[in-house]
């Protein structure tokens, strides 16, 4: 074989070999890095849960109890705790998300306390294991002109299928004669509260009157919260059986999301990113940003005297009485029976002193 041959041939084995020895030291040193939150022992047992389902309230928009999973993944605080998270995008169905977890096809989603009980009440068991805040994200808009609810009777309102029970728990609340109020059915565009076709509009705290400020719109947001009407934010559930078989994985399943979450509040451009790169085209980062700001806000406002995903019990058998009295269960709940359908347990195990355990013990 000619010198040149031998010597051209001899630098290829050279180059493959070291780019062998360069992949293996990668790979050691990402499965160093996997469980470097974690003790051995915490870390096998998250690894026997194999890949685990996590199924978001509404595709990939900047939500609490969305937007800090996807962080947590693409940060790789899920690895740190050795579990392995397979992210699915929800259609915004509260009822095929309950029937997903509870037939155990995924292992966790978000999904709000008032719909976890509604789910029971069909047939579908969850576990609550978290919740924000007890303020929820339903609203009603109005024009700034308005300053008593009581104004709206006689009036259109506009909502996108069925008043929300907070929405119409609030009315009440406030004296409103509900059944003066004309109620039709609109699209997504909130832009038929200023234009007039409504006098009134539901919609959602982080959403709509974003839009409609965006647009140089001003109204008046009136929130169920503050009639002292229960409600949940940015609540999560996992499968019973499944939480029952791996603690620790659902323990350290929030504990990095709450660990992203506090990322997130300080990053949140970073972590809208993450989830425009898994959206696509379509996507809008400015509006998920203040989709987030929005509800980090409405959290902080409102659940500051508690640690972060703290379960209220008082305010699930609140929520129960309320379904109730709208007659929105089937078979009304006894408050115990209502209670056992949330743990507050887990996130008492991942707290220590009102703040979140990281690394894990």
């Not at 294991?129 to 308005?146: C, F, K, Q, R, W």
Request: proline share 4%.
């Amino acid at each position: 074989m000619p010198l040149h041959r031998t010597l051209r041939t001899a630098a290829a084995v050279t180059a493959a070999a070291s780019l062998l020895v360069l992949t293996a030291c990668a790979a050691d040193e990402a499965e160093a890095d996997r469980g470097d939150a974690i003790s051995a022992e915490r870390c096998a047992l998250n690894e026997e849960a194999g890949t685990i389902s996590f199924l978001t309230g509404y595709q990939y928009q900047a939500s609490a109890s969305i937007l800090e999973v996807l962080a947590a993944d693409e940060l790789g605080y899920f690895d740190d705790l050795c579990l392995d998270v397979e992210i699915q995008a929800g259609t915004g169905d509260t009822g095929t998300n309950a029937q997903l977890v509870a037939a155990g096809t995924v292992q966790f989603t978000s999904v709000s306390q008032q719909d976890l009980l509604v789910s029971y009440d069909n047939g579908l068991e969850l576990r609550g294991i978290s919740s924000y805040s007890n303020a929820g994200l339903e609203v009603l808009m109005t024009p700034t002109a308005i300053s008593d609810l009581t104004e709206l009777d006689g009036t259109i309102l506009g909502q996108k299928g069925a008043l929300p029970t907070t929405v119409e728990a609030m009315l009440d609340e406030a004296g409103v004669d509900v059944d003066s109020i004309q109620q039709v059915t609109v699209g997504y565009d909130p832009s038929v509260l200023p234009r007039g076709q409504v006098d009134s509009l539901t919609g959602f705290v982080s959403n709509e009157p974003n839009l409609l400020e965006a647009m140089g719109e001003e109204v008046a947001v009136w929130r169920p919260y503050e009639y002292e009407v229960p409600s949940s934010l940015g609540a999560m559930a996992v499968n019973p059986e499944f939480a029952d078989e791996h603690p620790t994985v659902v323990e350290d399943f929030l504990r990095a999301a709450f660990h992203a979450y506090d990322y997130c509040l300080d990053q949140a451009e970073e972590c809208v990113g993450f989830a425009a790169e898994l959206s696509g085209e379509g996507y809008d980062p400015e509006h998920n940003q203040r989709i987030w700001s929005t509800e980090t806000e409405v959290i902080a406002e409102t659940a500051a005297d508690r640690p972060l995903g703290t379960v209220d019990l008082e305010n699930v058998a609140a929520i129960n009485a309320m379904l109730a009295e709208y007659g929105l269960l089937e078979a009304p709940l006894a408050d115990d029976e209502a209670s056992g359908l949330f743990d507050p347990a887990v996130v008492e195990a991942i707290t220590a002193d009102g703040e979140l355990v990281w690394p894990a013990p």
